[in-house]
């Protein structure tokens, strides 16, 4: 852990932070702290998470990854509104829990603020899942019921679903619902190399949430299924199997989800998954020294050599 250090200050740069070059991490630190230190707040960071003295702003235990990931895609002058903005939005989230609270029990009340999002389980790990309500996804995806608020999304108690009367599944399908509606996907057939894929992307949390419509977009599955990766909250790329085009998509595919998933912001999985008959399977890989490595499952395989 450490306290407030000089602007420009040579530091060592942490694994959760490796996407800064020094001079930006070192930027995003200190905006960080001068942050806190104008709301007269203590902090201690550690391993990418603010832990903060009490306060009467509602801060506690903070992560500070997706505040970073935007703040990379930045530049170091505009840290300090990005952070500013980020923090200020939380405060005002916080706010606005504590009045909805008053008004959790009532179904009719809440319904239209319940969704669905995709999280990685890391994430369900630090929060908890005692503390939410969902269900494995596929690889290290976890779906959970959530409150979809305009300044934020807060996870759904299990104890706040008490008196509502609805079963889990029940639940679910009135927050996929709820975000289908809300947030309309955005796909276009983009060029990749030299094949097209098709690409999700949104400002929102939730284009992820494609996953659970597939079935009703016929135009991204090809004969032999599809590929699909979401990397993070905003993105998704998917690439429809005909034939053995498939090799070079996969070539192409597989290490820009790897990437983007480290880029993010709001990163959520760098697996790819093999989409047909309404059935996932993961196809594993890894990336070393910039170089892929495939592991296909058996049925995969089996569908390669059948391609012409």
């Given amino acids: 852990m450490f306290s407030f250090f000089k602007k420009n200050t040579k530091t060592e740069i942490p694994n959760w932070a490796s996407f800064f070059e020094n001079s930006e991490y070192s930027t995003f630190i200190y905006e960080i702290e001068n942050y806190f230190k104008r709301q007269n707040i203590e902090i201690e960071i550690s391993d990418g998470i603010i832990v903060a003295t009490e306060n009467e702003l509602g801060f506690s235990n903070l992560g500070l990854s997706n505040v970073a990931q935007n703040c990379k895609q930045d530049k170091p002058k505009n840290y300090k509104d990005i952070i500013k903005n980020h923090f200020d939005s939380l405060i005002e989230a916080n706010k606005f829990e504590i009045e909805f609270e008053k008004i959790a029990n009532d179904l009719e009340k809440v319904k239209n603020y319940i969704g669905v999002r995709l999280y990685n389980k890391e994430y369900i790990d630090y929060v908890g899942k005692e503390f939410a309500i969902g269900k494995d996804f596929e690889g290290d995806i976890y779906s959970m019921l959530v409150f979809d608020f305009q300044h934020s999304i807060a996870n759904i108690k299990p104890e706040q679903i008490n008196g509502w009367g609805k079963s889990i599944d ?55 299924g599809l590929l699909i990766g979401i990397p993070h909250r905003h993105s998704a790329i998917i690439y429809p199997i005909e034939n053995l085009e498939v090799i070079n998509a996969v070539n192409g595919i597989f290490p820009a989800i790897y990437n983007m998933n480290i880029e993010g912001p709001g990163s959520l999985s760098n697996k790819v998954f093999w989409y047909i008959d309404a059935t996932f399977t993961e196809i594993p890989y890894k990336m070393e020294d910039g170089k892929l490595q495939l592991f296909p499952p058996d049925n995969f395989l089996k569908l390669l050599n059948e391609l012409t």
């Fill in 170 to 224: 029940e639940l679910f399908e009135i927050g996929l619902q709820n975000i289908k509606d809300k947030y309309p996907l955005q796909i276009t057939k983009e060029s990749f190399n030299t094949f097209d894929i098709w690409f999700a992307n949104s400002d929102h949390f939730f284009t992820p949430n494609i996953v659970f419509d597939l079935e009703n977009r016929k135009e991204l599955i090809g004969s032999k």
